[in-house]
């Protein structure tokens, strides 16, 4: 995914001054920012340099019990089950038109920690406040139904919220995850516990701060910081939890449906993928090169939808490869508080580790046109080359398998129906993108592709507006669009008998 705010990029922001003392943040639990009862905290990392930025607090199950417990009586009793959605609309915008108003610093902060270029960063941000806007309005939007019963009763449908949403996001776009989980939830009437990623929780522990301000009760959302095991599953298996929302890996998803699965938990799963970026030989090159190239290594490719098997048709192969390489090692790798960065860091040394593992298998697998190493220039952060591997068979583990980083697998095709056949050949189905000038053509492939997000000469615009989610292991449920605030919401069904004598038996 990427951000396609029309907004402006927030001023120039200065380089990080040198790091003094780690700030030390308090996580957000009832209204109140708190330490954990441990009193015990952990070092988040500026993927950059390597250095400790800030501290923040090291929960547990206590603490989770406690969010819990906040967030459950904000949702049975106090002033949130009587507010309008008129005033959740208004909440919502006043949390958006406080994210632009602190744009700069936001950015700032969400470059630093996640290392992602601050161009980049100010995009995520401004959609941050899109998205709340977006549910803002349509908070008073949420309509129920009248039901054609064949009776002397009114069938109605109403749309209640579900309760209780246990929300836990990944680390490639920490503010940006936080606001497709929280804006909809906020705007369906439900309550939240948030655990941010360990390696990226500073951005939300910031907009906790915008919460009060903004007129929201306490205990609607809570912000819990901590790790998988700890924070986490506690979380996912408390018993007063509604609904549990996570964003991340295939691994950790599978395992949140089978702990849910005993208190029958609502899941909604976004998950990863293996994305096929499909360039036939009648495609615009040029763009082509460049959607290549951009649907692969943007946010250094730690991005679930990144397009990371591009499949080219043999007409076109070989320029194909060999321009998309040439402008390959040219992409700006450098400090992402710099303007000109295109890529910065991976966001941690294990997601560094394991992108590097991936390069050296796929410099077994299959041949080498760019990359295949770390930045060879920078001595310290995670820094990847942008790589790219060609002449991939499917059936190779780089093209199987979900790698996060900067790794393209380049894979030759014949036919359109050879490309359908290996686009569709991988267990995930999160996006897909197609390449043509030929609209018969393009559009036959879109309906063969069996994916949640199909771009066509295009790939990674993601809107607020529209609807995001996968089909096969990359998930279950649609966050976005109109579909997002439905996984919020329950439907209940009310009759309202209109005879002066009941119907029954007796
Ligand atoms: P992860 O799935 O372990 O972490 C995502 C979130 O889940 C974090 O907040 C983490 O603390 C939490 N978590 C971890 N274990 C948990 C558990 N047992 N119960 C509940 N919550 C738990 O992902 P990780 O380890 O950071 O990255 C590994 C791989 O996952 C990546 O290389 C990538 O392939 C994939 N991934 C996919 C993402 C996506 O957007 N679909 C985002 C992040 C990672
Ligand atoms: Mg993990």
């Known amino acids: 995914m990427a951000s396609q705010s029309k907004t402006k990029p927030a001023k120039e922001v200065k380089a990080a001054k040198a790091v003094g003392a780690p700030r030390k943040f308090k996580m957000y639990i009832n209204g109140e ?4 009862h441990r009193r015990a905290f952990f070092p988040v990392y500026d993927p950059s340099t390597e250095q400790v ?36 609309g208004r909440i919502l915008f006043r949390l958006a038109e406080r994210v632009r108003k602190e744009a700069a610093s936001l950015a700032n902060l969400e470059c630093r920690n996640s290392g992602k270029p601050i161009t980049e960063a100010e995009y995520d941000i401004a959609d941050v406040a899109t998205c709340f806007e977006y549910y ?31 929300q836990i996001i990944p680390w490639n776009f920490p503010l940006l995850m936080a606001a497709w989980k929280l804006a909809p939830a906020i705007a369906a009437g439900c309550t939240c516990v948030l655990k941010p990623a360990e390696q990226t929780p500073l951005t939300v522990l910031e907009f906790a701060s915008y919460l009060t301000d903004a007129g929201l009760p306490p205990g609607v959302v809570n912000i819990v910081t901590g790790f998988g095991e700890t924070v986490g599953a506690p979380l996912v298996r408390h018993p007063d939890v509604d609904k ?8 950790v998803g599978k395992a949140i449906v089978k702990a ?32 290549a190239l951009f649907g692969v290594f943007v946010n250094q490719g730690e991005v679930c939808s990144a397009g990371s098997r591009i499949l080219v048709e043999k007409k076109i192969y070989p320029k194909f490869v060999e321009a998309m390489s040439a402008k390959a090692k040219t992409i700006r790798l450098g400090p992402p508080l710099e303007r000109e960065t295109k890529m910065g860091p991976l966001v941690s040394k294990d997601q560094f580790d394991r992108v590097r593992a991936y390069q050296e298998i796929g410099k077994k697998e299959a041949k080498t046109a760019a990359g295949g190493g770390r930045l060879a220039s920078q001595s310290k952060g995670y820094y990847v080359e942008p790589t790219i591997f060609y002449d991939v068979d499917n059936s190779a583990r780089i093209a199987r398998e979900e790698i996060f980083g900067p ?30 000038r030929d609209i018969f053509k393009a559009f036959r492939v879109v309906k063969a592709l069996r994916a949640g997000i199909v771009w066509v000469n295009h790939m990674q615009p993601t809107y607020v507006e529209a609807p995001w989610g996968g089909y096969k292991q990359s998930g279950f449920g649609r966050e976005l669009g109109p579909n997002g605030i439905d996984e919020y919401l ?7 008998n209109l005879n002066e004598q009941p119907i029954g038996w007796y």
């Not at 920012?33 to 954990?36: I, K, P």
């Not at 309005?137 to 009114?154: C, E, F, R, W, Y």
């Not at 699965?261 to 460049?290: Q, W």
């Not at 329950?490 to 309202?496: L, N, P, R």
């Open 33 to 36: 920012f708190v330490e954990g």
């Open 53 to 88: 930025i800030a501290e923040v607090p090291d929960a547990d199950e206590q603490d989770v019990n406690r969010a819990v417990a906040a967030a459950r009586a904000a949702f049975d009793s106090g002033p949130w089950p009587q507010t309008t959605a008129q005033d959740r």
């Open 136 to 166: 803002g309005g349509m908070a008073t939007k949420v309509l129920g139904q009248v039901n054609p019963v064949p009776d002397n009763a009114l069938s109605l449908s109403l749309r209640e919220p579900i309760g209780v949403a246990a």
């Open 244 to 251: 549990v929302a996570f964003t991340g890996s295939g691994e």
């Open 260 to 291: 849910a699965a005993d208190t029958l938990k609502r899941v909604t799963l976004e998950l990863g993928g293996k994305s096929p970026n499909i360039f036939f030989a009648d495609a615009d090159f040029e763009a082509a090169i460049d959607g």
């Open 407 to 436: 790794v393209a697998t380049v894979i030759p095709f014949d036919s359109e129906a050879n490309a359908i056949k290996i686009a569709n050949d991988t267990q995930f189905g999160l996006a897909a993108a197609v390449w043509s």
């Open 490 to 496: 329950e439907t209940k069904q009310v009759h309202i």
